[in-house]
């Protein structure tokens, strides 16, 4: 394509706008494919032990036991929302 007369701007044109469109499309593809569909939520230690009303002392058992995972950023500790609400267990 280097050496363009003017009677090929047209399909030149043509041709740059067909790959424009291609490379738009394949950006909206990997945008919807990387955006992480149920984001992360953390709760503090307060705030779970409000969500189960439990007593941060029970709270800092089960976690000890394994029950509940816990996180450490620092010196402060989180849950994963989505972890503390999948390990309630159904009653009968």
Request: glycine share 4%; charged share 30%.
């Amino acid at each position: 394509m280097s050496n363009l007369k003017f009677e090929d701007l047209p399909k030149a044109t043509e041709l740059i706008l067909e790959k424009l469109l291609a490379i738009e499309e394949e950006l909206r593809n990997i945008k919807e494919n990387l955006q992480p569909k149920d984001p992360v939520e953390l709760l503090t230690r307060e705030e779970t032990a409000e969500y189960l009303k439990i007593s941060l002392s029970t709270l800092w058992h089960w976690s000890k036991k394994g029950i509940l995972p816990s996180y450490g950023i620092g010196n402060r500790v989180f849950y994963k929302r989505s972890e503390v609400v999948s390990c309630l267990i159904k009653l009968k």
